[in-house]
């Protein structure tokens, strides 16, 4: 596998503890668990090089405990309009990749393209 294969790849979101959010019924959930801790969406578009940079780099470096906070993965070309309902419920501005950190019920943070990181995320749970 080269690393163009490896950077599109989803196969690996399950080794880290990401969850995939793939329906409706799954976003429900995901804000309901926002009420008991903080959550978070990242909105990756398989066929663009900066979402695809975007994923590599959180895959690599993402080190906060499950307990800390919940990372669910959406394919927002697979899954369109869980993508379009994220950003309707939420309030926030759809864009690719994307990052939206969720607590009780409402998106406390998010941001997108270049300026997604670990260290973002870390901050906006703090």
Known sequence: ????????????????????????????????????????????STTCGISAMAKEQLFNGWDLPVEEVELYYLDLLAHRPVSNEVAARLGVVHQSPQIIVIKDGKAIYNISHHAISVDGVKKAIA
């Open 1 to 44: 596998m080269g690393l163009f294969d490896r950077i599109f790849s989803s196969d690996d979101i399950d080794k880290v503890g990401w969850k995939h959010l793939n329906s409706l019924e799954d976003l429900d959930q995901v804000i309901a668990r926002s009420h008991e801790q903080p959550v978070a969406i990242f909105k990756h």
